[in-house]
Every structure is written in C-alpha cells, then in structure tokens.
C-alpha cells in the first residue's frame, strides 16, 4: 500500500542552524502539506503546497520556513534558522486530486532543537 | 473562528467495554471531518473520512457518524490493542485538529 515517508525521524541541531526535511508523498497525489505537533499539544497546520506554490500557510509559517518540490518525488521543508521553540514533531501528509481528499500522513521527523 | 473540541480528553475502558469518543466542531466551509489514530511517537493513521451529516462509516470495532455540529467514534468490544489517541479533523482546505482523546483499554 502506498505511504507518505519522511527523513530523517530524528534531527537534533543547534539553535541558529538551518534545518532540511524531506519527505516523498504517495505517488500520484497532487497536494502536499506540513504540520507539526508540539509535545503534549495539537497537530497545526503549517503550509499546503498545490502546483509547484503554496496554496496556504498559517501564522507559524514565517519568514524562517520555506517549502519546495525539487523533483517529481521529494518535499522539503526548510527552517533557516531554528530557535528552541521549533522542537516538534513535523508530519509530511499528502492528498489526491481534490482539495476534500483524505490526507495522508508520514512518521514524522521529530527537530530537537538546543 | 474554526474550532474542534474533542471529548473527554482520556477514557479508560475495560476490555469489551464499548463507549464514544466526542468530536464537536464550529467551522465554516466544511469539506469533510477525518478520524485517525495516532499511537506514541508516530504519525496520524487515517481511520474515516464522513462528508454530510447523518453518513456513517464502519471498520472492524469502530463506528464513526456525523451530524451538523459533531462527530462520534464508538467503540465496539475494545481490545488492548485498540489504546490510541484518537483525533478529529475537520477539513477547510487545511486540517484543523482536535488535542485527541486518549483511550486505554485493560484487559
């Protein structure tokens, strides 16, 4: 069955540092997306991404955050320079040809940031 | 504003023990409410996706419904291996999600 798959699933950098997370979403799904889960809180919507642009972002999504498709397979988000309260878990999902579409979620990478 | 509240926040059920799980939503342009469960440490795993009121959906020992204003998980005979956090989404272009209800089944 196809699954959305995410690297690393554990990155732990410095506070300052520029972070890179990657994720392939299933195949022939069209929209992407990123969420992050603070410990002990709810999954937030960060960004969606539809044709090559965001279609979406919320308040998180910053100045310090970006999102790419390189190719026709990987996802990226980027965080230029991470602060302590980037430690999250960051779930890659992705859906198919309608913005209703089921999401699908990857494991997550879980940022630590110190 | 857009708002999903999950009720309770934990339930412990003994095994064979059936019980719901609340998800009671305030949004505008509902394009669908999603159940997944989450175990520790991973990613949300879809369960269902209900798009109008009164539609309900079946799988194994769980039973989601919808209605204008909330969601219900019921839980049929749990077994151990049914201790999840269980969350709602509803969707509006974006997910927004419930904080989960925590369930623990003993056997």
């Known amino acids: 069955e196809p699954e959305v798959t995410q690297t690393p699933s554990h990155q732990v950098t410095q506070m300052g540092q520029e972070v890179i997370l990657r994720c392939v979403p299933i195949?022939?799904?069209?929209?992407f997306y990123w969420y992050r889960q603070i410990l002990g809180q709810k999954v937030e919507f960060l960004v969606s991404?539809?044709?090559?642009?965001?279609?979406?972002k919320s308040e998180i999504f910053d100045d310090q955050f970006s999102v790419e498709r390189p190719d026709g397979s990987n996802f990226t988000l980027k965080i230029r320079s991470t602060k302590l309260e980037d430690s999250a878990m960051y779930f890659c999902a992705s859906s198919g040809e309608f913005r209703g579409e089921t999401q699908y979620f990857g494991p997550g990478t879980r940022l630590l940031v110190l | 504003e857009d708002q999903v509240t999950q009720s309770p926040e934990a339930l412990r059920l003994q095994e064979g023990e059936s019980s719901s799980l609340n998800c009671s939503y305030t949004?505008?342009?509902?394009?669908?409410l999603f159940w997944y469960r989450q175990d520790p440490g991973k990613g949300p795993e879809f369960l269902f996706t209900l798009y109008s009121a009164g539609e309900e959906k079946e799988k194994e020992r769980l039973k989601a419904t919808l209605t204008k204003k909330e969601s219900f998980l019921h839980i049929t005979a749990p077994k151990p291996e049914d201790s999840a956090t269980y969350l709602c989404a509803v969707n509006t272009g974006k997910l927004i999600f419930g904080q989960g209800t925590t369930l623990q089944v003993k056997p």
């Open positions: 949004v505008s342009g509902l394009r669908g």
């Open positions: 195949s022939n799904h069209l929209y």
């Open positions: 991404f539809y044709n090559n642009e965001i279609s979406e």
